[in-house]
T-cell receptor, first 117, second 114 residues
Framework: GAVVSQHPSWVICKSGTSVKIECRSLDFQATTMFWYRQFPKQSLMLMATSNEGSKATYEQGVEKDKFLINHASLTLSTLTVTSAHPEDSSFYIC?????????????FGPGTRLTVL | GDSVTQMEGPVTLSEEAFLTINCTYTATGYPSLFWYVQYPGEGLQLLLKATKADDKGSNKGFEATYRKETTSFHLEKGSVQVSDSAVYFCALTTPNFGNEKLTFGTGTRLTIIP
């Protein structure tokens, strides 16, 4: 099946620094990529949707200047958490879709756990 | 807005026991319903889906029936195995002109004991 990887799988950083998380589709071209955030014992919350070569569409309440998303190629999207603070600590999950945003075609990465000290 | 409520875990069962994980939803329009599974260290994988009322999704011995009258999509398996230990997420999408988004429940951690 289609494989999506994320790197790093976990990261610890100091408050005020920026952290970049990569999401790669390994064996297919991802027209659309999604970024989710998951708090403990809560559901995955969609942060933004990105299409290759265009600006990401952010969900209401998500700060676009705080969470920078770049989808520069059909196999790579990055999420940069700028000036991270402890409240940004969370589990970040990406998914990739080979076509339009049909839900059953999303393939998920294993997630990245971010801890901000 | 759309929402999904699923039973809280963790759920611990013995091998070969019967499994039910409850899921109910609130949605505008006519949602499609999904169950995703996340094995340790891996990403979420689509387990099964149903796109209209009374449809039954099935895969790997798991089943779920789309019940519009009770707005439910409960996951069942007749005889669980240790390899079924994972976190299970119920989810839905509603039609939005090709811009459908997944709305997830909180997940239920299942542990099967030999």
């Amino acid at each position: 099946g289609a494989v999506v990887s994320q790197h790093p799988s976990w990261v610890i950083c100091k408050s005020g620094t920026s952290v970049k998380i990569e999401c790669r589709s390994l064996d297919f071209q991802a027209t659309t990529m999604f970024w989710y955030r998951q708090f403990p014992k809560q559901s995955l919350m969609l942060m933004a949707t990105s299409n290759e070569g265009s600006k990401a569409t952010y969900e209401q309440g998500v700060e676009k200047d705080k969470f920078l998303i770049n989808h520069a190629s059909l196999t790579l999207s990055t999420l940069t958490v700028t000036s991270a603070h402890p409240e940004d600590s969370s589990f970040y999950i990406c998914s990739a879709a080979p076509g339009l945003a049909a839900a059953n075609e999303q393939f998920f990465g294993p997630g990245t756990r971010l801890t901000v000290l | 807005g759309d929402s999904v409520t699923q039973m809280e875990g963790p759920v611990t069962l013995s091998e070969e026991a019967f499994l039910t994980i409850n899921c109910t939803y609130t949605a505008t329009g006519y949602p499609s319903l999904f169950w995703y599974v996340q094995y340790p260290g891996e990403g979420l994988q689509l387990l099964l889906k149903a796109t209209k009322a009374d449809d039954k999704g099935s895969n790997k011995g798991f089943e779920a029936t789309y019940r519009k009258e009770t707005t439910s999509f409960h996951l069942e398996k007749g005889s669980v195995q240790v390899s079924d230990s994972a976190v299970y997420f119920c989810a839905l999408t509603t039609p939005n002109f090709g811009n459908e988004k997944l709305t997830f429940g909180t997940g239920t951690r299942l542990t099967i004991i030999p």
